[in-house]
T-cell receptor
Framework: QQQVKQSPQSLIVQKGGISIINCAYE??????FPWYQQFPGKGPALLIA?????SEKKEGRFTISFNKSAKQFSLHIMDSQPGDSATYFC??????????FGIGTKLQVIP | ETGVTQSPTHLIKTRGQQVTLRCSSQ?????VSWYQQALGQGPQFIFQ???????GRGNFPPRFSGLQFPNYSSELNVNALELDDSALYLC??????????????FGEGSRLTVL
């Protein structure tokens, strides 16, 4: 059962462009929505996270938009750079319970 | 501050064998979770350990088992290996349970290949 659906699975963006990754969840009990970034050969690392009482959170070039009624959230990467090329996972959890991950989006930023 | 370390980094086993993977948690973290990441997929929760007790389990059969030691390090054991067990096994540590946060600190993983 895929509780967190993520799209697209791959994305190619030109340097300086905006990368957008979308996720949808089913379980309304989820109360924490992180995004993880994973480089080849490395474990995932937390990038940014949001709670459902906030509609948007921005950290540098990274912004999460959250739509509680639609049960959707998205990651926007502004001014995308080649160093942003990685796999991005959206995720969701309830309290301190297990974190459920999306399938991942492989982002490639081309010069 | 020492991050999460896992060993071994790579290993090859044959069907039916058993494997033990090890994880040292980040300093100050007393909760350890294990995830299985198949190629091209997101991590899947196996189980979590807190204060040496299993504190939640995902949809994995009993041949997946674990331990947490008093120093908060952990082991993942998989018996009767199957071809589908081939994956990257990730260990993640986090601060005390009940902190109401899902932030996980991952190691680099152990790549298991079952032939």
């Amino acid at each position: 059962q895929q509780q967190v659906k993520q799209s697209p699975q791959s994305l190619i963006v030109q340097k300086g462009g905006i990368s957008i990754i979308n996720c949808a969840y089913e379980n309304t009990a989820f109360d924490y929505f992180p995004w993880y970034q994973q480089f080849p050969g490395k474990g995932p690392a937390l990038l940014i996270a949001i709670r459902p009482d906030v509609s948007e959170k921005k950290e540098g070039r990274f912004t999460i938009s959250f739509n509680k009624s639609a049960k959707q959230f998205s990651l926007h990467i502004m001014d995308s750079q080649p160093g942003d090329s990685a796999t991005y996972f959206c995720a969701a959890s309830r309290g301190y319970q297990k974190v459920t991950f999306g399938i991942g989006t492989k982002l490639q930023v081309i010069p | 501050e020492t991050g999460v370390t896992q060993s071994p980094t790579h290993l090859i086993k044959t069907r039916g064998q058993q494997v033990t993977l090890r994880c040292s948690s980040q300093s100050g973290h007393n909760t350890v979770s294990w995830y299985q990441q198949a190629l091209g997929q997101g991590p899947q929760f196996i189980f979590q350990y807190y204060r040496e007790e299993e504190n939640g389990r995902g949809n994995f059969p009993p041949r997946f088992s674990g331990l947490q030691f008093p120093n908060y390090s952990s082991e993942l054991n998989v018996n009767a290996l199957e071809l589908d067990d081939s994956a990257l096994y990730l260990c993640a540590s986090s601060p005390y349970a009940g902190a109401n946060t899902g932030e996980l600190f991952f190691g680099e993983g152990s790549r298991l290949t079952v032939l």
